[in-house]
């Protein structure tokens, strides 16, 4: 299955977003502690997708061996991984992009992974700080060879996005689908 791995800051909203997508809100397990998330968590949607809720970079109420340790293992995955369609690189909506993101996007793009900016929590953000922050990272995709050149906006919250994001994860399953006949299963809705 074609996997879509959620990758982003401490508490930017991975796991929240997993469980908004899915309509099932206890799938991946949310906190307001930031570093909740230790491990890779996959979740097979219909048999059509894998997602992966990653352990989140930068800050985290943890000791820095344990830090060092998620972040290797969520880079461990992230090369040369046959199955990753693409990773949705979560970005928070309300507030600034961190040197630890650009740093995360060099990474993607020296690897050659596929990557697409999602905003989250853009339902905290004010209409005219939410429209700057969408052009803002509209133009750091284009800044990046391997960023898809859509940026999405996503609140798990009020649900906005969600429905767009779902056609995005779709047709990348689809396309999967398409260019492996007869190894997936019929077409399963999201959430």
Same mark, same amino acid.
């Not at 879509?4 to 930017?12: D, Q, Y």
């Not at 909740?36 to 985290?60: E, K, S």
């Not at 996503?154 to 492996?180: H, K, M, Q």
């Not at 007869?182 to 809705?189: A, D, E, K, L």
């Given at each position: 299955?074609?996997?879509?791995?959620?990758?982003?800051?401490?508490?930017?909203?991975?796991?929240?977003?997993?469980?908004?997508?899915?309509?099932?809100?206890?799938?991946?397990?949310?906190?307001?502690?930031?570093?909740?998330?230790?491990?890779?968590?996959?979740?097979?949607?219909?048999?059509?997708?894998? @997602?992966?809720?990653?352990?989140?970079?930068?800050?985290?109420?943890?000791?820095?061996?344990?830090?060092?340790?998620?972040?290797?293992?969520?880079?461990?995955?992230?090369?040369?991984?046959?199955?990753?369609?693409?990773?949705?690189?979560?970005?928070?909506?309300?507030?600034?992009?961190?040197?630890?993101?650009?740093?995360?996007?060099?990474?993607?793009?020296?690897?050659?992974?596929?990557?697409?900016?999602?905003?989250?929590?853009?339902?905290?953000?004010?209409?005219?700080? *939410?429209?700057?922050?969408?052009?803002?990272?509209?133009?750091?995709?284009?800044?990046?060879?391997?960023?898809?050149?859509?940026? *999405?906006?996503?609140?798990?919250?009020?649900?906005?996005? @969600?429905?767009? @994001?779902?056609?995005?994860?779709?047709?990348?399953?689809?396309?999967?689908?398409?260019?492996?006949?007869?190894?997936?299963?019929?077409?399963?809705?999201?959430?």
């Amino acid at each position: 299955m074609p996997e879509l791995a959620f990758a982003g800051r401490s508490n930017v909203g991975k796991s929240s977003l997993v469980n908004a997508l899915t309509g099932r809100r206890t799938l991946a397990r949310t906190s307001g502690q930031p570093g909740r998330t230790r491990q890779l968590n996959f979740f097979a949607l219909g048999g059509r997708l894998m @997602l992966v809720d990653m352990p989140g970079y930068g800050y985290a109420q943890a000791a820095k061996s344990l830090k060092a340790d998620w972040q290797g293992m969520m880079f461990d995955y992230l090369r040369g991984r046959p199955n990753l369609a693409r990773v949705l690189l979560l970005l928070d909506a309300r507030i600034e992009v961190k040197p630890s993101d650009i740093a995360v996007m060099e990474l993607l793009d020296l690897a050659a992974v596929s990557y697409q900016l999602v905003l989250t929590k853009a339902d905290g953000a004010k209409p005219a700080a *939410l429209a700057r922050k969408q052009a803002e990272a509209r133009a750091l995709a284009r800044r990046h060879p391997a960023a898809h050149p859509d940026a *999405l906006t996503t609140s798990a919250e009020s649900g906005a996005g @969600l429905e767009t @994001l779902r056609a995005v994860l779709a047709a990348i399953a689809d396309e999967r689908a398409a260019r492996n006949p007869g190894s997936q299963p019929p077409i399963v809705r999201l959430g």
